[in-house]
């Protein structure tokens, strides 16, 4: 069992800038894949970013490549995704997720999810 607990959510503004931070309680945390995915209000949820178990490899939608970068620190047993140029459309619960395996675009098929944390970007 992995529990994960994400903190870091906001109000920001336009343009401006946000990290949101997972802390995993598993031993095995450096043996998953880690994720962000975020759920706008009447949407589904999407997969937002990906970063191998390695730490080497990351993924990331389109709509956030430039933007967003993710990271993981083995040795605390946290991933961060640092969030910049927000716009109104990030927008969204975030949920952290980990997982075995990826999916075809290297989006993490999620095992283990967190509970989310609230962003909102005002225009």
């Known amino acids: 069992q992995v529990q994960l607990v994400e903190s870091g959510g906001g109000l920001v503004q336009a343009g401006g800038s946000l990290r949101l931070s997972c802390a995993a309680s598993?031993?095995?945390?450096?043996?998953?894949?880690m994720g962000w995915f975020r759920q706008a209000p009447g949407k589904e949820r999407e997969f937002v970013s990906t970063v191998g178990w390695g730490g080497l490899s990351t993924y990331y939608a389109d709509s956030v490549k430039g933007r967003f970068t993710i990271s993981r620190d083995s040795a605390k047993n946290t991933v961060s995704l640092q969030m910049s140029d927000l716009k109104p459309e990030d927008t969204a619960v975030y949920y952290c997720?980990?997982?075995?395996?990826?999916?075809?675009?290297?989006?993490?098929?999620?095992?283990?999810w967190g509970q989310g944390t609230q962003v909102t970007v005002s225009s």
């Open positions: 598993a031993r095995t945390f450096s043996t998953y894949h």
């Open positions: 997720a980990a997982g075995t395996t990826l999916g075809t675009g290297g989006n993490v098929l999620p095992t283990y």
